[in-house]
C-alpha cells in the first residue's frame, strides 16, 4: 500500500476504535483530565489507558521490540489528531510513555528495560520525574540531592520540588549527587527510585487551581538497588539531558494536537456568550487559528529530528511557541467568558477558569522562556555564553 493510503487505513483504524471504546462504559470520560483537571475522574482514566495499552494504543512510537508499533510520526500525528477528535481523556502516563520509556530504550539496560518497559507500556507503572530541587530550577546543575552506595543498595537523601504527579507514581527517575564533592554536571548519576517505601515522603503542593498536581518529595536514605542506574555511574547529567530532549520534543505533539479542539471549544463559547461580537476577540480568535497553523508548521517540520540527544534549538523555539500560545489562550478564554469568569461560582472553578489558571505554568515548566531563549541566544545566534554561578 502506498504510504498515504496506508496512513489513511491507519486513520480509519485508529477512529473506529476509538469511536467503539469511548461509546461504552468510557463514554463518559470524554473530555476529562484538561489543563487544571488533572485530578479529575483519576482511576477511571487509569482504567481508560490500560484498556488503551491492552489494544496495544499506547507507545506507538516505540520499536516493536520493546513493545511499541514503531509507529511513523506521521501514524503519531494521525493517532493524535483522532484522539483529540474523539475527545478521549487526557494521559495519566505521559511520563512513563514520553519521558522515561525512550530514555529507557536508548540508555538502559536490557535487564532494565525488561523490568520497565512492559509495565509503562501496559500503564501498571506510574512515574515521576525527580529533576528540580528547591536550589536547582533552571540551573539543573545544581542539584545537591546525594545517592551513596551502601551494601549493594543506592540511599537516596534530598529533596526534589515541583515533581507533578508524584502521589500517585510507584517510581521516579531522580538525578543525584553520587560522586561527593562533584560539583554542577559532573559526578551526577540518574537512578530509578521506587516511590512506596519509608525513605520516601510526598507533601503536596497546592496550586492557584486550589487542587495539588505537584509535590515535594523528601527521600531520607531511601533506597534503590545498586542495578537501578541508568547509564554509567557518573554520567547522569547526559542522561538526563536526553530525557528533557524528549520532554521538549516529540512528546508535546499530542498536546499541540490537543489544541485545534481546545481553539474550537473558546470559539463556541465566544458563540455562546456574544463575545464572538467583539472586534477584538474576533480578531484574537483569528490571530490564535494562524498561530496554530505556524506551530503546526514548525513541529511538523522539526519534531522528526528532535527525538534524543541534548535537546536542540528546535525544540526551544517549538517550547516557546506552544507555551505562549497556550498561556494567551488561557488569557483569551477569560475574555470570551466575561464578567462571570472572575468570581468562583458554588460549585467551585469551571473548566475556563481552570484553564486560565493552569495555563500561567506553560512557561515555567519543562524549561522557562528565559531559558529558552538562553538556549537559542547561545546555540544557534553564537552569543557568548553568559556568566554562570
Ligand atoms: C506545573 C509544573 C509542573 C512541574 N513538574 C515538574 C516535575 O514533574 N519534575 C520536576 O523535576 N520539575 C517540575 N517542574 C519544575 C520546573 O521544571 C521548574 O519550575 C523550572 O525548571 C524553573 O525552575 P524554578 O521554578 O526553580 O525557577 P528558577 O530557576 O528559580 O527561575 C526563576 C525565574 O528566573 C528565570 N531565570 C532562571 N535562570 C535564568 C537565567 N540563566 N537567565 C535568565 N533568566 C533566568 C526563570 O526563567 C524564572 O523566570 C514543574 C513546574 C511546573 C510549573
Redesign the pocket.
Known sequence: MAGSQADEAFRTEVRGWLEDALSGEFAGLRGSGGPGREHEVFEERLAWHRHLAAANWTCLGWPVEHGGRAATITQQVIFHEEYARANAPRSVNH?GEELLGPTLIEFGTPEQQARFLPKIKAVDELW?????EPG?????AAVSTSARLVDGEWSVTGQ???????HVADWCFVVARTEPGSTRHHGLSYLLVPMKQPGVEVRPIV?LTGTA??NEVFFDDARTDESMVVGAVGDGWRVAMATLGFERGISTLANQIGFRRELGAVVDLAKETGAYDDPIVRDKLTRFRVRLDVMRAHAERTLASVTSGTPGTESSVAKLLWAHWHRELGELVMDVAGAPSMVEGPDGLDEWQRMFL?TR?DT????????Q??IIAERTLGLPR?A?G
Do not use: M, P
Not at 526534589?160 to 508524584?166: E, M, N, P, Y
Not at 515555567?364 to 531559558?371: H, L
Open positions: 511520563l515521576c520525574q525527580g529533576y528540580s536547582a530550577g533552571s540551573d539543573l526534589k520540588v515541583w515533581t507533578s504527579l508524584a496550586q498536581e505537584f493552569f505554568a515555567i515548566y519543562g524549561g522557562s522562556d528565559e531559558v531563549r538562553n553568559e554562570r
